[in-house]
């Protein structure tokens, strides 16, 4: 199985300067046994999101200049 966790929450974290951190959805430790792969939360589909935006923006940009 490839798990793809796309939900990113906020926990308190004493040990973080900020006081929390970021976890997703997933219980990342358990499954990471088992799946094939996974994508790590923060860092994992972000930059995807990102490039998914500004090709989305490049391609209406386009269709609005045509």
């Given at each position: 199985a490839v798990v793809i966790d796309?939900?990113?929450s906020s926990i308190s974290d004493p040990s973080k300067k900020t006081?929390?951190?970021l976890?997703?959805?997933v219980?990342?430790?358990n499954c990471k046994e088992v799946a094939?792969?996974?994508t790590p939360v923060p860092g994992g589909v972000g930059p995807m999101t990102v490039?998914?935006?500004i090709s989305n923006t490049v391609d209406a940009a386009k269709a609005?200049?045509?």
């Open positions: 796309c939900g990113i006081g929390s951190r976890v997703g959805d219980d990342f430790d094939g792969a996974i490039a998914m935006l609005v200049s045509s």
